[in-house]
């Protein structure tokens, strides 16, 4: 099995990611903003799982309706970051999600 810290070499900083331990959301984000070689600086949440397993990981797209408040729909993981992809009424993002 690889370890966290050698999955984030083989992808980019404005790679978006949701991490999952024990079935609890630990980081959800860009690369950047979580590992400090990429990022801004030190993270306890990288330091404290960098070394934990990968039993999972699957590139999962997130489609949600661009008026997903008004409408009373389920809210997407990251509301406040700009799709990556933009349909008449929906929104994607691609997340890489990890499962430790």
Same mark, same amino acid.
């Given at each position: 099995?690889m370890?966290?810290?050698?999955?984030?070499?083989?992808?980019?900083?404005?790679?978006?990611?949701?991490?999952?331990?024990?079935?609890?959301?630990?980081?959800?984000?860009? $690369?950047? =903003?979580?590992? /400090?070689?990429?990022?801004?600086?030190?993270? !306890?949440?990288?330091? @404290?799982?960098?070394?934990?397993?990968?039993?999972?990981?699957?590139?999962?797209?997130?489609?949600?309706?661009?008026?997903?408040?008004? $409408?009373n =729909?389920?809210? /997407?993981?990251?509301?406040?970051?700009?799709? !990556?992809?933009?349909? @008449?009424?929906?929104?994607?993002?691609?997340?890489?999600t990890?499962?430790?």
């Open positions: 099995m370890k966290l810290e050698d999955f984030v070499k083989a992808i980019e900083n404005a790679d978006r990611l949701r991490i999952l331990q024990d079935g609890k959301e630990v980081f959800v984000g860009f $690369l950047a =903003l979580l590992v /400090p070689i990429h990022g801004h600086g030190g993270n !306890e949440i990288y330091e @404290s799982i960098r070394r934990a397993e990968v039993k999972k990981f699957r590139a999962v797209p997130e489609i949600r309706h661009k008026k997903w408040e008004e $409408l =729909l389920m809210k /997407p993981l990251q509301p406040e970051e700009t799709p !990556e992809f933009s349909f @008449s009424d929906l929104q994607m993002s691609l997340y890489y990890f499962y430790l």
